[in-house]
């Protein structure tokens, strides 16, 4: 009966999962005790009931008294853990709903939870039965000393060894549950199904109706299952956390003091002593008294009692990472309690290890204590004492845990900022301290993603609100706090807080094995990247980064290279200091990467800056950066020549109004594209999109790759005869042009812009011209041909004369065609020939053996091509080589013509002169005669220069063959008004015929006359031999 009873006691205490057996043996004369010790055997395969399940559970216990963070992970003494599986969890099939209701029983029957689930209900039935319905506090008679009467006290109603006993055997079940059964819940079974006893449908239809209808229901039971799996490790979990702070109380050996605390009096306490433990843990409500017992706790363990004094050091009120991880700090038992509650430094450490406790073993319960509470008790504590401030912030950032709620971090970092004013120093250790609290989480078992991103922000919101503080001015100091210690500049406060963080480690943020030393890919770790991209963001705090690039803080070189291709600050501070530590090639590199940024928030103007600084930096390494220093000029070449036109081309477009939608969008776009620096290919491709030829001509003269001959021809016309498919083109604009004769040539006169290859991206348009002017092709023409000499190598093969030359005179007589019909439309045949020669001329004849050209200006505006463009840059022509030019243009009319005319796009607007042959001859004539006019007053106005009169006399015979010719195919036209013009000019050629003449005999100079003969001189006297001597 005593073993019986011995043995009775013992399973009464260890439920079902007893490990010893005790029996007692009544002797004569004496009584003899035997205990009986096994070892469970472990299963050498997976479980298949709920009772192996169970005792699988049992088997996962930690040593008694151990801490949560002393058993990462759930470990089976002698045998491997099995892997929870809902492989035999489900909703009972139809068939075997359709036989219940068959057999009388009208409620559906229950669904299959599984053997791991019923052997979780069993474990968690055997573990709590014996505490489920008992309270947490029990009354206790106890005898006063004093007058020997009896009087009423509170306890805990749960032993000390009780409470271990449970959450070693609860921690390690729950938290497998938790990490293993809800996940693979997701999965589902592992286990095919077979089918009905109908067999397997013939059908393909009923086959699929078949497997959708079981598959939904298989997957309608697992969810079912998994949210009631969740709701009961919800409760376990909340008995759990009620059990730890029940052994934090037994641990400080305060129970009886903070049960008689007036934080838990009233209804909280009689809930405490009525309520089971069933009914505090079901739901999180139900919880409230024991938050509140948590607050008395906090309260009574000496946070809210006033310091006598207040040192913050880190030996004493900071946890390093050195105390952090796998070992604890041991609670302090009576003695702790006794000093926390007399004051002093002491008593304040011991609260906070309380805190730390707390959170430790009930962050759920922990972490809804009401703070406000807590700090309306701090206020008049504080403030009786010396540091008011620091204690204050201490004490209240205590009380908070990672798992408090997010007012609460707001209210610490306004706390923060608010003391760092007064104290820097103790601010900057109180926030690392709660870094330091904030980065434990990644050592909790299985963290929730969502926890480590609240860690992660909460980490962000204390930095910024203590690096808010700081001041903008560099040489401004902050007082050292505590005594007697020297201001510290804010240089210092930043290194110092940088050098207690160097070791912490945010999971998610950081990679974990990235040593302080080396830091991260990124440079630096999460905490110092946030420090370093606050004072980075703060214009007032740069100083402060450029102070810290001299020191060895941190990682600062790392940061800032890390940061350069996203914000451009930390790349100028980066190579400028690479520069004064005598390093041009990392700086050179470092302005490359500045200007090659892939992202669009620098301009285009800023990355050729920066392009530009990269070469110049790269030529301080001479020689041996002479490769770097051409590949950057090349690339510098483009973006300047053909980048930044293009871009301000683009811009152009997009804000002109007359352009449709379309392509005004599609500007805008592609202008946002060219933010970046692009490669030849992609500007090439981008300048033919938009019928942009004049940088198509730029881009085939800087590329080795562009088929320059197919490119030059095709280029120069489309400049001025662009496709019909191009944004300025007439038949494509929102309005029509105020002058039609502008849509000949849209490039020129349509586009809003005096300049053609501006550098500046942000040039303004000018106004829409709305008159016609018989210089308007001149002067838009002339300064495109100069803006491109600027752009173009003087000895590029862009410069095609008999292209330029031929193409230009064309447009010239297309223009003045054009403005002549419209001016004098209706006129006669002598009015309309006045109109082909520009305007009616003066009245009269010339003078006689003077020039008409000199006397007649606008028959000269007719030879700006001649006298203007072939003259000047590039080509360097003199009168004499365009009189031979034009030559030959005239007697190659024919061929010339015939191309240009069918290389031009189609005129859908139809407003286009159709130009016969002889209507160019007759215009290429005049600019001959004009020539030659011009070529006989420069010679007769500088006799003295003996080159150009010996040139021209020289030249004169080829001329008269140009004129003859010329004559006779001028009386060879057809058509009314060309032969009236071509009258007209047989008299100018008469004309200029004759003053050639005059003037050809007087350039040949005189012959010399012979030098005079030399005298006959005598033959030579022979001299006689002299005698021989003896």
Same mark, same amino acid.
């Given at each position: 009966?005593?073993?019986?009873?011995?043995?009775?006691?013992?399973?009464?205490?260890?439920?079902?999962?007893?490990?010893?057996?005790?029996?007692?043996?009544?002797?004569?004369?004496?009584?003899?005790?035997?205990?009986?010790?096994?070892?469970?055997?472990?299963?050498?395969?997976?479980?298949?009931?709920?009772?192996?399940?169970?005792?699988?559970?049992?088997?996962?216990?930690?040593?008694?008294?151990?801490?949560?963070?002393?058993?990462?992970?759930?470990?089976?003494?002698?045998?491997?853990?099995?892997?929870?599986?809902?492989?035999?969890?489900?909703?009972?099939?139809?068939?075997?709903?359709?036989?219940?209701?068959?057999?009388?029983?009208?409620?559906?029957?229950?669904?299959?939870?599984?053997?791991?689930?019923?052997?979780?209900?069993?474990?968690?039935?055997?573990?709590?039965?014996?505490?489920?319905?008992?309270?947490?506090?029990?009354?206790?008679?106890?005898?006063?000393?004093?007058?020997?009467?009896?009087?009423?006290?509170?306890?805990?109603?749960?032993?000390?060894?009780?409470?271990?006993?449970?959450?070693?055997?609860?921690?390690?079940?729950?938290?497998?549950?938790?990490?293993?059964?809800?996940?693979?819940?997701?999965?589902?079974?592992?286990?095919?199904?077979?089918?009905?006893?109908?067999?397997?449908?013939?059908?393909?239809?009923?086959?699929?109706?078949?497997?959708?209808?079981?598959?939904?229901?298989?997957?309608?039971?697992?969810?079912?299952?998994?949210? !009631?799996?969740?709701?009961?490790?919800?409760?376990?979990?909340?008995?759990?956390?009620?059990?730890?702070?029940?052994?934090?109380?037994?641990?400080?050996?305060?129970?009886?003091?903070?049960?008689?605390?007036?934080?838990?009096?009233?209804?909280?306490?009689?809930?405490?002593?009525?309520?089971?433990?069933?009914?505090?843990?079901?739901?999180?409500?139900?919880?409230?008294?024991?938050?509140?017992?948590?607050?008395?706790?906090?309260?009574?363990?000496?946070?809210?009692?006033?310091?006598?004094?207040?040192?913050?050091?880190?030996?004493?009120?900071?946890?390093?990472?050195?105390?952090?991880?796998?070992?604890?700090?041991?609670?302090?038992?009576?003695?702790?309690?006794?000093?926390?509650?007399?004051?002093?430094?002491?008593?304040?450490?011991?609260?906070?290890?309380?805190?730390?406790?707390?959170?430790?073993?009930?962050?759920?319960?922990?972490?809804?204590?009401?703070?406000?509470?807590?700090?309306?008790?701090?206020?008049?504590?504080?403030?009786?004492?010396?540091?008011?401030?620091?204690?204050?912030?201490?004490?209240?950032?205590?009380?908070?845990?990672?798992?408090?709620?997010?007012?609460?971090?707001?209210?610490?970092?306004?706390?923060?900022?608010?003391?760092?004013?007064?104290?820097?120093?103790?601010?900057?250790?109180?926030?690392?301290?709660?870094?330091?609290?904030?980065?434990?989480?990644?050592?909790?078992?299985?963290?929730?993603?969502?926890?480590?991103?609240?860690?992660?922000?909460?980490?962000?919101?204390?930095?910024?609100?203590?690096?808010?503080?700081?001041?903008?001015?560099?040489?401004?100091?902050?007082?050292?706090?505590?005594?007697?210690?020297?201001?510290?500049?804010?240089?210092?406060?930043?290194?110092?807080?940088?050098?207690?963080?160097?070791?912490?480690?945010?999971?998610?943020?950081?990679?974990?094995?990235?040593?302080?030393?080396?830091?991260?890919?990124?440079?630096?770790?999460?905490?110092?990247?946030?420090?370093?991209?606050?004072?980075?963001?703060?214009?007032?705090?740069?100083?402060?980064?450029?102070?810290?690039?001299?020191?060895?803080?941190?990682?600062?070189?790392?940061?800032?290279?890390?940061?350069?291709?996203?914000?451009? !600050?930390?790349?100028?501070?980066?190579?400028?200091?690479?520069?004064?530590?005598?390093?041009?090639?990392?700086?050179?590199?470092?302005?490359?990467?500045?200007?090659?940024?892939?992202?669009?928030?620098?301009?285009?103007?800023?990355?050729?800056?920066?392009?530009?600084?990269?070469?110049?930096?790269?030529?301080?390494?001479?020689?041996?950066?002479?490769?770097?220093?051409?590949?950057?000029?090349?690339?510098?070449?483009?973006?300047?020549?053909?980048?930044?036109?293009?871009?301000?081309?683009?811009?152009?477009?997009?804000?002109?109004?007359?352009?449709?939608?379309?392509?005004?969008?599609?500007?805008?776009?592609?202008?946002?594209?060219?933010?970046?620096?692009?490669?030849?290919?992609?500007?090439?491709?981008?300048?033919?999109?938009?019928?942009?030829?004049?940088?198509?001509?730029?881009?085939?003269?800087?590329?080795?790759?562009?088929?320059?001959?197919?490119?030059?021809?095709?280029?120069?016309?489309?400049?001025?005869?662009?496709?019909?498919?191009?944004?300025?083109?007439?038949? !494509?604009?929102?309005?029509?042009?105020?002058?039609?004769?502008?849509?000949?040539?849209?490039?020129?006169?349509?586009?809003?812009?005096?300049?053609?290859?501006?550098?500046?991206?942000?040039?303004?348009?000018?106004?829409?011209?709305?008159?016609?002017?018989?210089?308007?092709?001149?002067?838009?023409?002339?300064?495109?041909?100069?803006?491109?000499?600027?752009?173009?190598?003087?000895?590029?093969?862009?410069?095609?004369?008999?292209?330029?030359?031929?193409?230009?005179?064309?447009?010239?007589?297309?223009?003045?065609?054009?403005?002549?019909?419209?001016?004098?439309?209706?006129?006669?045949?002598?009015?309309?020939?006045?109109?082909?020669?520009?305007?009616?001329?003066?009245?009269?004849?010339?003078?006689?053996?003077?020039?008409?050209?000199?006397?007649?200006?606008?028959?000269?505006?007719?030879?700006?091509?001649?006298?203007?463009?072939?003259?000047?840059?590039?080509?360097?022509?003199?009168?004499?080589?365009?009189?031979?030019?034009?030559?030959?243009?005239?007697?190659? !009319?024919?061929?010339?013509?015939?191309?240009?005319?069918?290389?031009?796009?189609?005129?859908?607007?139809?407003?286009?002169?159709?130009?016969?042959?002889?209507?160019?001859?007759?215009?290429?004539?005049?600019?001959?005669?004009?020539?030659?006019?011009?070529?006989?007053?420069?010679?007769?106005?500088?006799?003295?220069?003996?080159?150009?009169?010996?040139?021209?006399?020289?030249?004169?015979?080829?001329?008269?063959?140009?004129?003859?010719?010329?004559?006779?195919?001028?009386?060879?036209?057809?058509?009314?008004?060309?032969?009236?013009?071509?009258?007209?000019?047989?008299?100018?050629?008469?004309?200029?015929?004759?003053?050639?003449?005059?003037?050809?005999?007087?350039?040949?100079?005189?012959?010399?006359?012979?030098?005079?003969?030399?005298?006959?001189?005598?033959?030579?006297?022979?001299?006689?031999?002299?005698?021989?001597?003896?």
């Amino acid at each position: 009966a005593a073993g019986a009873g011995a043995g009775a006691g013992a399973g009464q205490a260890d439920g079902d999962f007893r490990t010893t057996r005790s029996f007692a043996v009544l002797l004569r004369g004496s009584v003899q005790v035997y205990r009986l010790s096994f070892k469970t055997q472990s299963l050498s395969r997976p479980p298949t009931t709920a009772a192996e399940c169970c005792a699988h559970f049992a088997q996962m216990a930690l040593p008694i008294g151990a801490a949560p963070s002393q058993a990462p992970a759930p470990i089976v003494e002698g045998g491997r853990l099995w892997s929870w599986s809902f492989d035999d969890a489900g909703v009972p099939s139809f068939e075997e709903q359709r036989r219940q209701l068959e057999n009388g029983r009208p409620l559906p029957p229950a669904a299959h939870l599984g053997r791991w689930f019923c052997g979780l209900l069993r474990f968690l039935a055997v573990v709590l039965r014996p505490v489920w319905d008992a309270p947490l506090v029990a009354p206790v008679q106890r005898r006063c000393a004093s007058d020997a009467t009896r009087g009423d006290g509170l306890c805990l109603a749960l032993s000390e060894d009780a409470v271990r006993q449970l959450l070693a055997r609860l921690r390690p079940a729950l938290r497998f549950a938790r990490q293993q059964g809800l996940a693979s819940a997701h999965l589902g079974s592992g286990t095919s199904h077979g089918v009905g006893g109908s067999g397997v449908p013939s059908g393909a239809a009923a086959r699929a109706l078949r497997y959708t209808s079981e598959r939904h229901s298989k997957d309608e039971g697992l969810a079912q299952i998994q949210q !009631l799996l969740s709701r009961v490790l919800d409760v376990a979990e909340r008995a759990q956390q009620v059990f730890g702070l029940l052994s934090v109380l037994h641990a400080q050996r305060s129970a009886f003091r903070i049960l008689q605390s007036a934080v838990v009096a009233g209804p909280s306490l009689d809930a405490l002593l009525t309520r089971p433990l069933g009914t505090l843990v079901g739901s999180a409500e139900a919880l409230g008294p024991v938050v509140q017992l948590c607050a008395a706790v906090v309260v009574e363990s000496g946070l809210t009692t006033p310091a006598a004094e207040v040192v913050f050091s880190t030996r004493s009120g900071v946890r390093t990472s050195g105390s952090s991880g796998t070992g604890r700090r041991p609670l302090r038992g009576a003695g702790a309690s006794t000093s926390a509650s007399g004051g002093g430094a002491e008593g304040f450490v011991a609260s906070g290890e309380v805190c730390r406790e707390l959170e430790e073993m009930c962050p759920g319960i922990f972490a809804q204590v009401d703070l406000s509470y807590v700090q309306a008790r701090l206020g008049p504590a504080v403030n009786q004492g010396p540091g008011p401030a620091g204690e204050l912030l201490r004490r209240y950032a205590t009380c908070i845990s990672p798992s408090s709620l997010g007012d609460h971090w707001v209210e610490l970092a306004r706390s923060l900022q608010k003391m760092a004013g007064e104290d820097p120093r103790k601010a900057a250790e109180v926030c690392a301290e709660k870094l330091e609290q904030l980065q434990q989480l990644r050592f909790a078992a299985a963290p929730s993603e969502e926890d480590l991103t609240l860690a992660t922000e909460r980490a962000k919101l204390l930095l910024e609100a203590l690096l808010g503080a700081l001041g903008s001015d560099p040489k401004a100091r902050f007082p050292g706090g505590g005594g007697a210690a020297a201001p510290m500049p804010a240089r210092a406060l930043v290194e110092q807080l940088l050098r207690k963080t160097a070791a912490l480690r945010f999971s998610g943020q950081d990679s974990a094995d990235a040593s302080p030393a080396r830091g991260t890919e990124e440079g630096v770790n999460f905490v110092h990247g946030v420090i370093l991209d606050h004072l980075l963001g703060s214009s007032q705090q740069h100083h402060i980064l450029e102070e810290l690039l001299d020191g060895n803080a941190t990682d600062m070189e790392g940061f800032l290279r890390s940061r350069c291709a996203t914000n451009p !600050l930390a790349g100028e501070m980066l190579w400028k200091h690479c520069l004064r530590r005598g390093r041009p090639l990392d700086a050179s590199a470092i302005l490359l990467r500045l200007a090659e940024r892939s992202d669009k928030e620098v301009g285009i103007l800023q990355r050729v800056h920066s392009l530009d600084l990269a070469r110049q930096v790269a030529s301080r390494a001479l020689p041996r950066s002479k490769d770097l220093v051409e590949q950057l000029s090349a690339k510098l070449d483009i973006a300047i020549r053909v980048q930044v036109p293009l871009h301000h081309e683009l811009q152009l477009l997009a804000a002109d109004e007359r352009v449709t939608a379309r392509w005004r969008n599609a500007a805008e776009q592609r202008r946002e594209d060219l933010q970046k620096l692009m490669n030849l290919q992609e500007l090439y491709q981008t300048a033919t999109d938009f019928s942009l030829y004049h940088i198509v001509l730029v881009i085939a003269d800087t590329s080795s790759s562009v088929q320059e001959k197919e490119v030059r021809t095709g280029a120069w016309i489309s400049i001025f005869f662009p496709p019909a498919a191009s944004p300025y083109s007439s038949s !494509l604009l929102g309005h029509a042009p105020a002058a039609w004769q502008h849509g000949l040539f849209p490039l020129l006169m349509i586009r809003r812009c005096p300049s053609f290859l501006s550098r500046d991206a942000c040039a303004s348009p000018s106004p829409v011209l709305t008159a016609v002017s018989q210089d308007e092709l001149q002067q838009r023409a002339t300064r495109l041909l100069s803006e491109m000499a600027t752009a173009l190598r003087d000895s590029s093969a862009m410069w095609d004369v008999r292209c330029i030359a031929t193409l230009l005179e064309y447009c010239n007589c297309l223009w003045f065609q054009s403005v002549g019909s419209a001016a004098l439309a209706g006129d006669g045949a002598e009015s309309q020939a006045s109109a082909h020669a520009s305007l009616p001329t003066a009245s009269g004849e010339a003078e006689e053996g003077r020039p008409r050209s000199t006397t007649d200006p606008q028959r000269a505006a007719r030879s700006w091509v001649a006298l203007t463009v072939l003259l000047q840059r590039p080509f360097h022509f003199t009168l004499g080589d365009v009189v031979k030019f034009y030559a030959a243009m005239l007697e190659q !009319l024919p061929s010339w013509l015939k191309d240009l005319q069918s290389m031009l796009p189609a005129d859908p607007s139809r407003r286009r002169p159709a130009l016969s042959e002889d209507d160019v001859y007759v215009h290429l004539g005049e600019v001959v005669l004009v020539v030659l006019d011009q070529w006989v007053t420069q010679v007769e106005g500088c006799r003295a220069d003996e080159r150009s009169v010996e040139d021209f006399a020289n030249a004169w015979p080829s001329v008269e063959g140009v004129l003859s010719r010329l004559r006779s195919r001028l009386l060879e036209v057809e058509g009314e008004v060309v032969r009236v013009v071509a009258q007209r000019l047989l008299k100018d050629l008469r004309r200029s015929e004759a003053a050639g003449r005059r003037l050809s005999p007087r350039c040949v100079p005189p012959p010399r006359a012979p030098p005079p003969a030399l005298p006959v001189l005598p033959p030579p006297v022979p001299v006689p031999a002299l005698p021989e001597l003896a």
